[in-house]
């Protein structure tokens, strides 16, 4: 119940910012050109409250998934004069696009702000950064593996990034579902070149890869009392530099191999101040579904290194840059069939998402979710659909070839086939997005 009301929250506080900053990218530039706006709503339904200032009415509305800016005649209709002076109708039709086009446009320009905000004023990276991106520990049995990738190589080219960094991979192994995507590895100071079938579902890990994050040995915080490490002997302070002879460094990496290994006896080489490494041989206790030792470690450290303005624009540049590519790309895919339309996610998946965001340790998580959804927002509503920014640009712009307005009754037959297919896509959306909620994920098993 907490995680579904955090995910709530989350999803409410951040649709209702990302809907604001869009209806003003409309509000600004119909007003730049001496447009009416009769009203400024945030949601839809019934008023909760609202005031009016000048000739515009300000409100919030029952239900929050969405928002509009109401203009004088933005589409004429019985009672609509569209010879008023500040009639959306009686103004050029290079104004009315640019009015369509100035929500996405404020969508864009937030996501670049938080994405510069948090590149110039946070910034985290780990307290000791290693410098390249090695493999700490490769799944069996997984992609990875399949592909050739091993233990200690080194990540130089993946699809087509060169030096990636991890969450680059990630991004790009989720755009690039049941996919074979080329990448080089550097293995003893010689050069890889393989190829991974990435899977149809990530599941928040990279194929079966374990980055390596950190340099030195695992940390023990504390030991569970009567655990499988309490019997070994393992106690708060200790540092296990390997399992079975593999080296370890992160203590997700060690879990991994545990479950792989399906409880077998591990022996680790455990380091303990002012002594020499012993070996400890300890049989894990199975946890529900999960095999454990049965003690904590200390969390990894991370530091904020702020990045000089110029950098932190360039970053945030970067970001954008790659995050609209790869949306449009996914959607391109989607239409094309080569990715199954059961990997967008709608409300319920964006809530999960900003839910799991909102728990997580740091601010990345948290300011890449926002410019993210923000992207998102402004791409969406570019696409040709009613309702949607991109259907007024798309009819602007043929009547701008035509010369002259398109037939009312052609209009609205249109409109009518648009959102009849608009509605059922949505449908779809949300019942592949509870689909996925771990409560009937788990039923479907």
């Not at 069996?140 to 960094?165: K, W, Y």
């Not at 994050?213 to 499988?228: F, M, Q, T, W």
């Amino acid at each position: 119940m907490e995680e579904f009301l955090i995910s709530l929250a989350s999803f409410i506080v951040l649709m209702a910012i990302m809907v604001v900053v869009h209806e003003l990218g409309h509000f600004t530039v119909a007003k730049l050109f001496g447009i009416r706006v009769e009203s400024f709503s945030i949601g839809f339904g019934p008023r909760l409250f609202g005031f009016k200032r000048g000739e515009t009415l300000y409100k919030v509305c029952l239900l929050p998934l969405g928002g509009y800016v109401k203009m004088t005649a933005e589409t004429p209709a019985a009672g609509e004069s569209a010879n008023h002076p500040g009639a959306f109708s009686a103004h050029p039709r290079w104004q009315r696009i640019l009015v369509g086009l100035g929500g996405p446009a404020a969508n864009f320009i937030l996501a670049f702000t938080i994405m510069t905000f948090y590149f110039g004023w946070i910034n985290e990276v780990p307290a000791y950064d290693l410098g390249t991106k090695t493999v700490e520990w490769v799944m069996p049995g997984t992609a990875a593996e399949q592909a050739g990738i091993e233990p200690g190589d080194i990540i130089r080219h993946f699809d087509t990034i060169e030096s990636p960094g991890w969450q680059q991979v990630y991004v790009r192994m989720s755009h690039d579902l049941n996919q074979a995507v080329p990448l080089v590895v550097e293995r003893n100071g010689k050069t890889v070149q393989l190829t991974i079938q990435v899977p149809s579902k990530l599941d928040g890990d990279l194929a079966g890869i374990l980055p390596q994050y950190l340099s030195g040995p695992i940390e023990i915080a504390d030991v569970a009392p009567g655990s499988p490490a309490a019997k070994a002997g393992l106690r708060s302070g200790d540092a296990i530099e390997s399992a079975d002879g593999h080296p370890f460094h992160a203590f997700s990496a060690l879990l991994a191999y545990l479950q792989a290994e399906n409880g077998k006896p591990v022996s680790l080489i455990v380091v303990r101040q002012n002594s020499a490494p012993n070996s400890v041989v300890v049989l894990p206790a199975k946890v529900e579904d999960s095999w454990v030792l049965g003690f904590v470690t200390a969390p990894i450290a991370t530091r904020r290194a702020p990045l000089r303005l110029t950098r932190a624009l360039s970053k945030a540049k970067q970001f954008c840059m790659q995050g609209s590519t790869l949306i449009v790309e996914m959607l391109k895919q989607v239409a094309t069939h080569k990715v199954s339309a059961m990997q967008l996610s709608g409300p319920v998946g964006i809530a999960r998402m900003a839910g799991e965001a909102a728990e997580m340790k740091g601010w990345y998580s948290k300011f890449y979710m926002a410019a993210e959804i923000s992207m998102n927002l402004g791409i969406i509503n570019l696409l040709p659909f009613p309702i949607l920014d991109g259907w007024l640009i798309l009819l602007l712009l043929i009547e701008s070839v035509l010369r002259h307005n398109i037939n009312r009754v052609v209009k609205e037959r249109a409109y009518q086939a648009g959102l009849a297919l608009l509605l059922f896509f949505f449908g779809f959306i949300m019942v592949s997005d509870v689909s996925k909620l771990p409560m009937f994920s788990n039923m479907l098993k």
